[in-house]
C-alpha cells in the first residue's frame, strides 16, 4: 500500500514548495522595495557636508554642571560660548561672549562688556542677564559650583547692571581672571530647573545654545552623537553642516575605520598606529603638542594630619631632598620618550609645560637635567649615600637605605607607567639602590598614597592654561587631598599667596617661576615628560585645522573650537580653501556606506530564508513516512 | 561564554535532587522551586551592595581627578553621590530604592540607572540572543548528525571542528575575522564596518535602511558568537544522544524491528533533546551577562560593556542595578529550566 | 603433607593491588583512543617547553629593558616570530608566556577541584541542613555571572599570579561541586552503601571507603576539562587586562596586540602564535578528557 503514500508525500512537497517560494518572493520584493526607498536617499542633490570624528570615550553629560571626560566639554564647547575664549597660538584669553574686560586698580572690581548681537538658538537674545545667572548659579553653591567653582573664588557679588555689562566685586585681588571657561546658560530654560532637578538633569532635548553648533542626536553614554551647524553664529557660520562623533572601545578598529572612510577624524591615536597609517593616501597624521606631563612622584613626608606623624613608613632617604635631586640625573629621559612612548612624549622637567610660554622656567644648563649615573652618584656621595662594600648605598649615617617601593599603574596609556618604574628600577640599580616595583589599580594607588604607603609612584596631570590650579596641588593645603607627593614648604606657600592675587602678568610670571625653581631643586616630582597626542585625519575630505598651543599643538579637542570654525570640505589634501570652493568640493558623506549595507543587508537575509526553507522541505521530505 | 560543561555536568545541573522528585503532587514542587528563586534573588540583592563596596577606589575622587580643587567641592560631590551618609544607611536606602524599583541615578551619568540599562540592554540581548538561538539550531543539528554517523568521516570532521571552536577564546577569533573580513586582508575586500552599531551617515534612525545597517554592523559579532556558542552544543548534543542510544529501550526498540532511522528520530533524539534544550535555556540566562569580550573587539555598546566601564569609577548604582539584572536572568532562566524538565521528563513527575 | 602457600596478602595490599590493576586497565583503554593519545603527546611538548624555558630563550629576552629588536618587526631569522612594540622576540615570549598559562591553569584547577570535591562530597552526603546551604551556596555561585564577578575580585584582589589563579578558581568550583554532588548521591543510594550505614559506618569512613573511590574517576575526568576551562579563563582575563602584568603570559600577549593595534600595523605574527597556542593546549586536555569521560563512562564507547 505505498502508492497511496508516495502521492501524498508529493502532494505536500509540491504544495510546501509553492508556499516557500512565495514567501521568499515576498521577502525579496519587501527588500528590493527598501532598496528602492533606500536608494533615492543616498542619491539626494544636496548633501550635507559631515565631518565625522571617531572618538574612544563616551559623554558623560551635556549638562555642563555634571560632565568631567574631555569628551562632554567638547560637546558643550560646541554648543555653547565661555565669556573668554583662548588664543590658539599662546593661550592668552582672547575675547568671547566678552568683547572687552578691565579690571579696577586695586583688583576688587572686574567689568566685562558683554557682546550685543549673539541670540540664542530659539531666537531670543543672549544678555548680560544670561552671565550673570550662569555665574551666580555656580557661585551659590550645591552641585553647579562642583566642577565651575574654583574659577570664581574670592568672587562676593556677580551683577548686570545693563544688557551689555557685568559687575564682580572680590574679596581680594584674583589673578586667575579673566580665565573663565564655563559655558554660559540661557537663563529663560535653566531658572525653570531646580537645584535638586539640575543634580540629573540630562540637557539632551532641544537644547537652547548659543554656540556654533547645535545637538540634534545623541544621549550621554551613547555611541553617536550628532550636530548641525548654526548658520547665525555670531563668530562666522561654519564652513560644514554637520559634526557627528562615532564611539569606538579600542583604537585599532577606528583607525581601520579611518582608513577605509567611515570617519574623518581619528582622536588619541597611539604613535605606533600613526607609523603604520603614515603614508596612506590621503590620510595626514599629527602627533600634537598636549599641555600636560608625566612624573615620577616621591613621599616628601606622608604625614597625620592632626598629629603630624608620620605615616606609611617612607623611605627616609627618599623624604631628603637632595637624594630626589641626584636621582634626576639616574633618568634617561630620552630613552622614556622613545621606547615607553614611542615619540608621544618629549623629554621635560617642570611642572608647566613649555606649551604656556608666559609662564613655563627652564633649569639653567649648570642645574637642568641630563641622564648622567655618574654625576648622580656623585651627588648622592656628596649628600652622604655613599656605596658600601657590597655595592649598595647606605644613608649617611652608614644604615642601608633598604628596598625603595615603586608603585605603577596597571591602567596606563601605552603601559607607560609600569615600563617607566621598570626602568628607574634598572637605572637605580646601576647606581648601587635597591627598589621593587609593584603594580596595582589606579583607583587602589589612589588610596595607597593617602595612606603614605609608597616611596615612588608614577603618574600624570594635565595642566590648565592659568597654572593656578597645578601650583596648588604641591601646596600645604592640599595635603591629604590632591597633594600625592605630601611636599609642604612654606615659602612657596608664600608665593603661592603672591602669585594668587597678583594682576600684573610680568610680576606674576617672575613668582610662578620662582615656584618652579624651588620644585625643580626639592624634586618632590621628577617630570619625566610632557604628552604629545596623536591625531589623524582625511586631508583629501578635510583641510583649515587650527592647532592649538602652538603650531605643534593638537587639532582637536582644544580650549575651544577653532578648528570646527574654520575647517572647510575639500577634494586633495593641502588644498587651500578658495582652491577647494572652485573645485566644487565633494560631499563628506559616505554613501557607499548605505548601498553597501543594503545589498549586504538583503543579501543575508535572502539566503537565511533560502537556506531555512530548504532545511524544513529536507526535514519534511525525510520525515514524509512518519505522518503518512 | 559560560565556563564549559560536559555532559555529566549537564545531566547534574538540571536534574532535582531526589528528595525533592518526592512529594504531593507537581504544585508543590513548582512552589518550592518559585521560592528558592525568590530566596537566590533576595541574596543576590544583599549580595550586590557589599559587593562593589569592597572595590578599593573612591568615586568621588575619580570623578574629580584633575578638577577640583577645594573641599568643599568635593563635599558636594560627596552629597550628590549620597555617600555622604554612614554605611548602614547606604545600605537601608539602597534596600528600599530596590524594592520600589528605584535604582538611583548612576555616578557618571547621573541618570537613572534603569533608562542606562535599558539603552545598552537590547544591543547585548540582539548580539547575544541572536548566536545563542542560531548556534543552539545548527549546533543541535551538527550533533545529531555526528551521532548518526557515528566513527564516519561526517562525524570526524564535525566533531574536530566543533572541539577546535570549543578550545578557541571567542573574542581571538572575533579579532581574526575583523582583520580578514571587515579590514581586509589580501584579496579580501573590507565587507563589514569595523565597529559599532550604526553608520554615522544614517540620518532617520527608525528607518528601514537604518535596521539593515544595525544588522549589517551586528553580522560579524554574530557570527563570531555563534560558531563559539555551537561548538558546545553540538558536542553536548552528540554526547546525550549517543548516551541515549545506548539506552536499553533502544535496543528493545530495535530488537521489534523497527526501522533504525524511525527509532533514532522517534526516541533518542527526543530524549537527548532534553538535557540539550535544559543547556540552551541555561546559557540564555547568561545572555544577558553580554559577551563582554565580543563588545570590546567590536565597539558594540552593551551591557557587558557598561559593567566593565562602570567598574572603573566605581559606578555602585550602575553595578548594582547590572548585577542584579544578569543574576535575576540566570535565575528566572535556571527556574524555566527546572519547570520545564521536570514536565518534559516523565521519570521526573509524581 | 606440606604445603607450600604464599604468604597471605593484607587487605590493603590486596586493595592496592586491585587499584593498580584498574589503573591498567584504564591506561589500556585510553591508549585505543588516538585523539587523547594526540593530546597527551601534544601536552608533554609543551610542559616540556615551559620547564625548559630557561634554555630555549634566556630571560633577558623577555625584559622589556634589555630588548634589542625593532618595534613590531616581521619575522626574520633573528627573531622567527617576530618582534613585539618593545623590540622582544614574540618566540621567546611565547615560550616563557605558557609557564605562565601552564601554571595559573593548573594552580586554579587545583582550588577548583579542591572546592568543588569537598563541597559536592558533603552537599551529597549530608542531607541536613548543612548540606542543603552548601547546595544553595553552589547554587547562587552559579547564578551570578563569572566574568563579572571574576573582573570585581581581581580588581579587589589585586593582579598577581595567585589571586588570577584563585580568582579563576572560585569561578569554576560550582560546576564540578554539582557533578560530585550528583555522583555522590548516585552512589550513596547504592545498596552496599545502605548496608555499611546500616552496620555503623561513620560518616567520614563512608566517604573515605566507599564513595570518594567511585566518584575519584569522575572528577580524574572532570579535571582535565577543568584545566581547559581555566586557561581558557586566564587568557580572557589577560586580555581585559587583568593578569599580573610583571609576568608574560598567552593572553597578556594577545591584550598587548590588541591595544598597540596589530590589525592597522598588520603584525600577524604577534596576534596569531599566542592564540594558536591557547587552540592547541585547550584542545589538547579536552580530547583527553574526552577520552577520559569515554574510558569512565562505557556507554559512550563504540559498540563493538
Redesign the interface.
Known amino acids: 500500500m505505498n502508492l497511496p503514500v508516495k502521492v501524498v508525500i508529493q502532494v505536500e512537497s509540491d504544495r510546501m514548495k509553492k508556499a516557500v517560494a512565495g514567501v521568499a518572493a515576498g521577502v525579496v520584493g519587501l527588500a528590493i522595495s527598501a532598496v528602492g526607498t533606500a536608494a533615492p536617499h543616498a542619491a539626494s542633490a544636496a548633501e550635507p557636508v559631515t565631518f565625522t570624528v571617531g572618538i574612544q570615550n563616551e559623554v558623560d553629560s551635556f549638562n555642563p554642571f555634571l560632565g568631567i571626560e574631555a569628551e562632554s566639554y567638547e560637546m558643550w564647547a560646541l554648543m555653547y560660548d565661555p565669556l573668554i575664549k583662548y588664543s590658539p597660538e599662546d593661550m592668552s584669553p582672547q575675547p568671547g561672549l566678552a568683547s572687552d574686560w578691565k579690571t579696577s586698580s586695586d583688583g576688587l572690581t572686574w567689568t566685562f562688556t558683554i557682546r550685543d548681537d549673539v541670540k540664542w538658538s530659539d531666537g531670543k537674545p543672549l544678555t548680560s542677564e544670561d552671565v550673570a545667572y550662569t555665574l551666580n548659579r555656580i557661585l551659590d553653591g550645591g552641585p553647579e559650583s562642583a566642577t565651575w567653582g574654583s574659577y570664581l573664588k574670592s568672587i562676593n557679588t556677580i551683577t548686570a547692571p545693563n544688557p551689555t555689562t557685568v559687575v564682580m566685586k572680590l574679596s581680594e585681588p584674583n589673578a586667575v581672571l579673566p580665565l573663565l571657561p564655563m559655558p554660559i546658560l540661557p537663563k529663560h530654560i535653566w531658572s525653570d530647573i531646580s537645584e535638586e532637578e539640575v543634580k540629573s538633569y540630562a540637557n539632551e532635548d532641544n537644547v537652547v545654545g548659543s554656540g556654533p553648533f547645535r545637538l540634534v542626536d545623541g544621549t550621554a553614554g551613547g555611541s553617536i552623537y550628532r550636530f548641525e551647524a548654526n548658520k547665525d553664529y555670531w563668530d562666522g557660520a561654519p564652513n560644514i553642516d554637520q559634526v557627528v562623533f562615532s564611539l569606538y572601545k579600542?583604537?585599532?578598529?577606528m583607525?581601520?575605520a579611518l582608513?577605509i572612510g567611515d570617519i574623518d577624524f581619528a582622536e588619541g591615536v597611539?604613535p605606533?598606529?600613526l607609523?603604520?597609517?603614515e603614508g596612506t593616501e590621503g590620510i595626514k597624521t599629527v602627533l600634537g603638542t598636549s599641555p600636560g606631563f608625566d612624573e615620577i612622584a616621591f613621599n616628601t613626608g606622608s604625614i597625620d594630619l592632626d598629629s603630624g606623624d608620620l605615616i606609611g613608613d617612607p623611605n627616609p632617604a627618599v623624604m631628603d631632598p637632595e637624594f630626589r635631586y641626584a636621582l634626576g640625573f639616574a633618568i634617561d629621559r630620552e630613552t622614556i620618550a622613545d621606547?615607553i612612548y614611542?615619540g608621544a612624549g618629549e623629554p621635560a622637567d617642570t611642572i608647566i609645560p613649555p606649551a604656556y610660554s608666559t609662564y613655563h622656567w627652564s633649569p639653567p644648563d649648570d642645574i637642568a637635567f641630563s641622564y648622567d649615573p655618574e654625576r648622580a652618584g656623585e651627588l648622592l656621595d656628596a649628600a652622604g649615600y655613599t656605596m658600601g662594600d657590597d655595592g649598595s648605598r647606605t644613608m649617611p649615617d652608614g644604615s642601608p637605605i633598604g628596598t625603595l617601593r615603586l608603585l605603577?599603574r596597571?591602567?596606563s596609556q601605552y603601559?607607560a607607567s609600569?615600563?617607566t618604574m621598570?626602568?628607574f628600577k634598572?637605572w637605580l640599580a646601576d647606581i648601587g639602590i635597591d627598589s621593587e616595583?609593584t603594580?596595582?589599580?589606579s583607583?587602589?594607588l589612589t588610596n595607597v598614597i593617602l595612606d603614605g604607603e609608597f616611596d615612588a609612584f608614577q603618574w600624570g596631570w594635565y595642566v590648565e592654561p592659568d597654572p593656578d590650579s597645578m601650583l596648588s596641588y604641591m601646596t600645604c593645603g592640599q595635603l591629604g587631598s590632591w597633594s600625592d607627593s605630601w611636599y609642604c614648604n612654606d615659602e612657596y606657600d608664600q608665593l603661592y599667596n603672591q602669585q594668587h592675587s597678583e594682576l600684573d602678568e610680568a610680576t606674576r610670571a617672575e613668582t610662578v617661576k620662582r615656584m618652579q625653581e624651588i620644585l625643580f631643586r626639592d624634586s618632590p616630582y621628577l617630570v619625566t615628560i610632557d604628552n604629545k597626542y596623536g591625531e589623524a585625519y582625511r586631508c583629501d575630505r578635510f583641510e583649515g585645522f587650527v592647532p592649538q598651543p602652538g603650531s605643534d599643538g593638537v587639532l582637536l579637542f582644544q580650549y575651544g573650537v577653532n578648528s570646527y570654525l574654520n575647517i572647510y570640505p575639500t577634494t586633495e589634501c593641502g588644498q587651500s580653501s578658495d582652491d577647494a570652493q572652485s573645485a566644487g568640493a565633494a560631499t563628506a558623506t559616505t554613501d557607499d556606506g548605505i548601498s553597501t549595507a543594503t545589498i549586504i543587508g538583503v543579501g543575508v537575509a535572502v539566503l537565511a530564508v533560502v537556506g531555512g526553507a530548504g532545511a524544513v522541505i529536507a526535514y519534511r521530505k525525510s520525515t514524509a513516512d512518519k505522518r503518512a | 561564554m559560560?565556563?564549559?560543561?560536559?555532559?555529566?555536568?549537564a545531566?547534574?545541573?538540571i536534574?532535582p535532587?531526589?528528595?525533592e522528585r518526592r512529594g504531593s503532587g507537581t504544585w508543590r514542587y513548582v512552589g518550592s522551586k518559585v521560592l528558592?528563586s525568590l530566596?537566590?534573588l533576595l541574596?543576590?540583592v544583599v549580595f550586590n551592595f557589599f559587593?562593589?563596596r569592597?572595590?578599593?577606589g573612591d568615586p568621588v575622587r575619580t570623578l574629580a581627578r584633575n578638577r577640583l580643587v577645594s573641599d568643599k567641592q568635593v563635599e558636594e560631590l560627596t552629597r550628590t553621590l549620597g555617600l555622604e551618609q554612614p554605611l548602614p544607611q547606604q545600605f537601608l536606602t539602597y534596600l528600599k530604592n530596590t524594592f520600589t524599583g528605584e535604582f538611583g541615578l548612576s555616578f557618571r551619568y547621573r541618570q537613572p540607572v534603569g533608562d542606562i540599562i535599558i539603552d545598552r540592554l537590547w544591543p547585548t540581548l540582539l548580539l547575544v540572543g541572536t548566536s545563542t538561538i542560531l548556534a543552539a539550531l545548527i549546533g543541535v543539528y551538527l550533533g545529531m548528525v555526528s551521532a548518526w554517523n557515528?566513527?564516519k568521516v561526517v562525524d570526524n570532521v564535525s566533531t574536530g571542528f566543533s572541539?577546535?571552536l570549543?578550545?578557541?577564546?571567542e573574542?581571538?577569533l572575533g579579532?581574526?575575522l575583523?582583520?580578514v573580513f571587515a579590514?581586509g586582508a589580501g584579496p579580501i575586500p573590507s565587507l563589514f564596518p569595523t565597529g559599532g552599531l550604526h553608520s554615522t551617515d544614517i540620518q532617520d534612525p527608525n528607518s528601514f535602511a537604518a535596521g539593515l545597517d544595525t544588522a549589517w554592523h551586528l553580522a560579524l559579532p554574530v557570527i563570531t558568537l555563534t560558531l563559539a556558542y555551537l561548538a558546545e552544543y553540538s558536542l553536548i548534543m552528540r554526547?546525550s544522544l549517543?548516551?541515549e542510544m545506548?539506552?536499553d529501550y533502544i535496543t528493545t526498540a530495535r530488537a521489534k524491528g523497527l526501522r533504525d532511522v524511525y527509532v533514532r528520530r522517534r526516541h533518542a533524539t527526543r530524549n537527548a533533546l532534553l538535557p540539550t534544550t535544559t543547556l540552551v535555556v541555561l546559557n540564555l540566562g547568561?545572555v544577558?551577562?553580554g559577551a563582554?569580550?565580543i563588545e570590546?573587539?567590536f565597539s558594540i555598546p552593551g551591557l557587558?560593556l557598561l559593567?566593565?566601564e562602570a567598574?572603573d569609577v566605581p559606578d555602585y548604582p550602575v553595578l548594582q542595578g547590572?548585577?542584579l539584572i544578569?543574576?535575576a536572568a540566570?535565575?528566572f532562566a535556571?527556574l524555566i529550566a527546572n519547570l520545564a524538565y521536570s514536565w518534559l521528563d516523565p521519570r521526573v513527575r509524581t | 603433607m606440606t604445603t607450600t602457600s604464599k604468604p597471605a596478602l593484607t587487605a590493603r595490599q590486596v586493595a592496592w593491588r586491585r587499584r593498580r590493576q584498574s589503573a591498567g586497565r584504564t591506561w589500556a583503554e585510553f591508549r585505543r583512543h588516538r585523539s587523547g593519545l594526540v593530546g597527551l603527546g601534544v601536552l608533554v611538548v609543551f610542559g616540556l617547553a615551559a620547564i625548559c624555558a630557561p634554555l630555549l630563550a634566556s630571560h633577558e629576552s623577555i625584559e622589556?629593558?634589555k630588548a634589542t629588536g625593532g618595534?613590531?618587526e616581521a619575522p626574520s631569522w633573528d627573531y622567527p616570530l617576530g618582534t613585539d612594540?618593545?623590540?622582544r622576540s614574540v618566540l621567546a615570549l611565547l615560550i616563557w608566556g605558557s609557564r605562565v598559562s601552564l601554571m595559573v591553569g593548573l594552580l586554579a584547577t587545583a582550588i577548583s577541584m579542591l572546592l568543588g570535591t569537598l563541597v559536592g562530597l558533603a552537599s551529597g552526603h549530608y542531607?541536613n541542613f548543612f548540606g542543603k546551604a552548601l547546595?544553595?551556596i553552589t547554587?547562587?555561585f552559579?547564578?551570578?555571572?563569572?566574568?563579572?564577578l571574576a573582573?570585581?575580585l581581581s580588581?579587589?584582589l589585586?593582579?598577581s599570579l595567585l589571586t588570577v589563579a584563585f580568582v579563576i578558581g572560585i569561578?569554576?568550583w560550582p560546576?564540578t561541586a554539582?557533578?560530585i554532588?550528583?555522583?555522590t548521591?548516585s552512589i550513596e543510594?547504592r545498596p552496599y552503601l545502605e548496608r555499611a550505614r546500616a552496620l555503623g559506618a561513620g560518616d567520614w569512613r563512608q566517604m573515605r571507603r566507599h564513595v570518594l573511590p567511585n566518584v575519584m574517576p569522575?572528577v580524574f575526568?572532570?579535571t582535565t576539562?577543568t584545566v581547559?576551562?581555566a586557561i581558557?579563563?586566564e587568557?580572557?582575563l589577560a586580555?581585559?587586562?587583568l593578569s599580573?602584568?610583571?609576568y608574560v603570559s598567552w593572553g597578556s600577549m594577545?591584550d598587548?596586540a590588541?591595544?598597540?593595534?596589530?590589525?592597522?600595523?598588520?603584525a600577524?605574527w604577534f596576534?596569531?602564535p599566542p592564540?594558536i597556542c591557547?587552540?592547541?593546549v585547550?584542545?589538547a586536555f579536552?580530547?583527553i578528557?574526552?577520552a577520559l569521560?569515554e574510558v569512565y563512562?562505557p556507554?559512550?564507547r563504540?559498540?563493538a
Open positions: 579600542a583604537e585599532d578598529p583607525v581601520q582608513q597611539s605606533l598606529q607609523d603604520a597609517i621606547k614611542q605603577a596597571t591602567d603601559d609600569l615600563k621598570t626602568y634598572e616595583v603594580a596595582m589599580e583607583g587602589k | 559560560s565556563a564549559p560543561t560536559s555532559t555529566l555536568v545531566d547534574a545541573e536534574q535532587s531526589r528528595s528558592g530566596g537566590a541574596f543576590v559587593l562593589f569592597v572595590i578599593p557515528r566513527g572541539l577546535t570549543y578550545s578557541m577564546p573574542w581571538w579579532l581574526v575583523l582583520a579590514v554526547s549517543l548516551d545506548g539506552e547568561f544577558v551577562s563582554i569580550t570590546t573587539v557587558g559593567t566593565t567598574m547590572a548585577f544578569f543574576s540566570v535565575i535556571n | 622589556v629593558t618595534v613590531l612594540a618593545d623590540g542531607h547546595f544553595r547554587e547562587w552559579l547564578v551570578v555571572p563569572w566574568l563579572p573582573i570585581v580588581t579587589v589585586g593582579p569561578v569554576s560546576a554539582l557533578l554532588r550528583a555522583q548521591l543510594s569522575m575526568a572532570n576539562l581547559a576551562g581558557l579563563t587568557t580572557t586580555f581585559l587586562g599580573d602584568p610583571l594577545l598587548e590588541f591595544n598597540v593595534g596589530a590589525i592597522t600595523t598588520g600577524w596576534m596569531l592564540g591557547v587552540i592547541v585547550v584542545l579536552t580530547l578528557g574526552q569521560e563512562n556507554r559512550l563504540e559498540r
